[in-house]
């Protein structure tokens, strides 16, 4: 079973910065955890779960207009702890917050949710104006 735990959620002003992590452990004979495509997606109370960044295994990085050049996705060296980096944070990016992992395939949907096998539990992010 391959679990993804969140953290480093929080609360924060706006203009602010957190940065969150995602670390994958255990093992499932259809995903490699260091060969992966991973995902953040953020969740506002009452709203559905949308995309926000992806990362694929060899390091293509994927974002959301909504966020693009103000947070960075990164893996580290053994792809297996995925990072969100998150700057000039805004109320609108107050939400629980998601890491989630698929096996790489050919057409991956980056931001759909239902391409992802495995999901975190989620960390929250309040930013305050």
């Known amino acids: 079973q391959v679990q993804l735990e969140e953290s480093g959620g929080g609360s924060v002003q706006a203009g602010g910065s957190l940065r969150l992590s995602c670390a994958a452990s255990g093992y499932s004979p259809e995903y490699n955890t260091s060969r992966g495509c991973m995902g953040w997606f953020r969740q506002h109370s009452g709203k559905e779960r949308e995309g926000v960044a992806a990362?694929?295994?060899?390091?293509?990085?994927y974002y959301v207009k909504a966020v693009e050049g103000r947070f960075t996705v990164a893996l580290d060296n053994a792809k297996t702890t995925v990072y969100l980096e998150m700057n000039s944070l805004r109320p609108q990016d107050t939400g629980m917050y998601y890491c989630?992992?698929?096996?790489?395939?050919?057409?991956?949907?980056?931001?759909?949710?239902?391409?992802?096998?495995?999901w975190g539990q989620g960390t929250q992010v309040t930013v305050s104006s």
């Open positions: 990362i694929s295994w060899i390091g293509a990085k």
């Open positions: 989630a992992a698929t096996p790489c395939v050919v057409g991956w949907s980056q931001f759909r949710a239902g391409v992802y096998a495995y």
